[in-house]
C-alpha cells in the first residue's frame, strides 16, 4: 500500500514531506507533489509533515479525490524526483484548503 498526494497540494506544493522520506519517492511538478507507488513503503512519515494535509493513504483517499491515486502513478513516472525541501510558492497560503483545483494543476 502506498501513500497518495491529493488535491490540496495543488499550488501549495509544500516540501517538508520530501525531507523525512526515507526512499526519496517524491516526485516534482510545476505546482504539485506526487508520490511513486511503486517506490513508497508505507511509513506513514510524510503524513504528519504536510502542513496541508494534503497525503493520505491510498485507502483513506477522501470521496471525490479516488483519481489522485491513477495521477500520482501516471505523473510520478514522468516528472522529476525531489529529494530536498523547497520554499512554497509565494502565494500558497492564498490556495490553502481551496476546492476544485484540479483544474489548475499543471503538467
Known amino acids: 500500500m502506498a501513500f497518495v498526494v491529493g488535491e490540496d497540494c495543488i499550488k501549495c506544493k509544500h516540501t517538508d514531506c520530501v525531507e523525512v ?6 516526485y516534482e511538478g510545476p505546482n504539485f507533489l506526487v508520490i511513486h507507488p511503486d517506490e513508497c513503503i508505507d511509513c506513514a512519515l ?3 509533515e504536510c502542513p496541508v494535509d494534503a497525503i493520505f493513504s ?3 483517499l477522501p470521496a471525490g479525490q479516488e483519481n489522485f491515486q491513477q495521477l500520482n502513478a501516471e505523473l510520478a513516472d514522468t516528472w522529476p524526483n525531489i ?3 523547497k520554499d512554497p510558492p ?3 497560503a492564498d490556495w490553502a484548503g481551496k476546492p476544485g483545483k484540479i483544474e489548475l494543476l499543471e503538467r
Do not use: S
Open 21 to 26: 522520506c526515507p526512499v526519496d519517492c517524491f
Open 46 to 48: 510524510c503524513e504528519p
Open 58 to 60: 491510498e485507502d483513506e
Open 83 to 85: 529529494t530536498e525541501r
Open 90 to 92: 509565494e502565494d500558497h
